[in-house]
């Protein structure tokens, strides 16, 4: 399911930001273009972070960027960027290379594309790779689970 | 015994993180013990006995004065497993 969603229309590398908003903006940016969402789901985004804090970077240098369903999504959609150089939202998990945008439809659509996703994160070397590589190619494998060297 | 995995929106992380405490707890061989998520809303209407989530909301998790497990990396199964293992010693059920 994963390779559904994460394709080389919503995946980039090396994309540059120097803030928490740019980190939200750049992740939604392919969303908005494949229609997964509505323009206000990027404050509904701002909002959750300003209402409870920096809970989203949920590993070192990782953010899972998400609204809920009713913030403006549109259909199931993820997208996924790492960044040219880190950036530091004041989270413990900084500095931010990492960034998966998520779309929800519902409560439960994404669920397989999730657990895909946390299986991936967990193999250290994938996760590393992930956050740094500048091939477009190395990190469409990565994320179709093709060992890559 | 119910744990309760909560996360802001109760979608995102709060799911990935209900995965591990699940594949944790069988590996405990811990029956009995049911596991859902949620948003930080519902948590306290929730009745769970045991609340997981990320570091930054843990704060407003403790104020409904249940055990609370707070996570800074939820990719790190070891620091999950240690603190699961903890609070299911004094809870009785390990």
Redesign the interface.
């Given at each position: 399911m994963i390779e559904r969603l994460l394709n080389k229309h919503t995946v980039r590398v090396q994309v540059s930001c120097a803030t928490r908003d740019d980190l939200i903006h750049e992740g939604l940016r392919d969303l908005l273009a494949q229609g997964c969402v509505e323009e206000r789901y990027e404050k509904a985004i701002q909002k959750?972070f300003e209402?409870?804090?920096?809970?989203?970077?949920?590993?070192?240098g990782?953010l899972?960027s998400?609204?809920?369903?009713e913030d403006g999504v549109l259909a199931l959609g993820m997208s996924c960027i790492n960044l040219k150089e880190g950036v530091s939202i004041g989270?413990?998990?900084d500095p931010i290379r990492l960034v998966i945008t998520?779309a929800?439809k519902d409560?439960t659509s994404?669920?397989t594309a999730?657990?895909e996703?946390?299986h991936l994160?967990?193999d250290e070397d994938v996760?590393e790779q992930l956050k740094t590589t500048d091939s477009l190619d190395t990190m469409l494998s990565l994320l179709k689970g093709e060992e890559t060297k | 015994m119910k744990i309760m995995v909560c996360?802001?929106?109760?979608?995102?992380?709060s799911?990935?993180?209900q995965?591990?405490v699940e594949k944790i707890l069988k590996e405990l061989s811990v029956s009995g013990v049911e596991v859902d998520h949620c948003?930080?809303g519902s948590a306290k209407g929730s009745g769970a006995d045991v609340f997981v989530?990320?570091?930054?909301?843990a704060g407003?998790l403790q104020q409904i004065g249940k055990p609370v497990i707070s996570?800074?990396?939820?990719?790190?199964?070891d620091n999950l497993r240690t603190q699961l293992n903890e609070v299911l010693a004094k809870e009785g059920i390990l």
């Open positions: 959750a209402a409870h804090g920096n809970y989203m970077a949920i590993a070192p990782f899972l998400h609204a809920r369903p989270s413990e998990n998520l929800a409560n994404h669920i999730l657990q996703l946390m994160l967990m996760f | 996360c802001g929106s109760g979608l995102g992380s799911f990935m993180i995965m591990n948003d930080l989530g990320t570091r930054d909301i407003e996570l800074t990396n939820m990719l790190d199964q």
